[in-house]
Nanobody, 122 residues
């Protein structure tokens, strides 16, 4: 399984970005996909996921500002991020697992993308 993220970049505080993650390889349904982020010196944190039934879950810190969607026909996960703040500057990673995915258990994730950098200027 390969995951390739795109869409990161530099944005001013209050701005928006849309991340994409395309999965390829031996993909079989159903599966979980999600987004995590990690700032330098910090632990990796889960921010949003879509479970294998299509149910979405969000971290409290992004609820109402971020929207995660998945296009099953393209095996692609998206993350629309609005009202970004400087403290949200981090490397954003896509994750996939066939068994389970939890926002609080990044160590259990089976597959990771290489990450895409998001920088929010003040």
């Amino acid at each position: 399984v390969q995951l390739v993220e795109s869409g990161g970049g530099l944005v001013q505080a209050g701005g928006s970005l849309r991340l994409s993650c395309r999965a390829s390889g031996n993909i079989y349904s159903p599966y979980f996909m999600g987004w995590f982020r990690q700032a330098p010196g910090e632990e990796r944190e889960g921010i949003a996921l879509v479970d294998r039934n299509g149910i979405t879950m969000y971290a409290d810190s992004v609820e109402g500002r971020f929207t995660v969607t998945k296009d099953n026909s393209k095996n692609t996960l998206y993350l629309q991020m609005n009202n970004l703040q400087p403290e949200e500057s981090a490397m954003y990673y896509c994750a996939l697992d066939f068994r389970f995915l939890s926002l609080t258990s990044p160590w259990a994730v089976a597959y990771w993308g290489q990450g895409t950098q998001v920088t929010v200027s003040s």
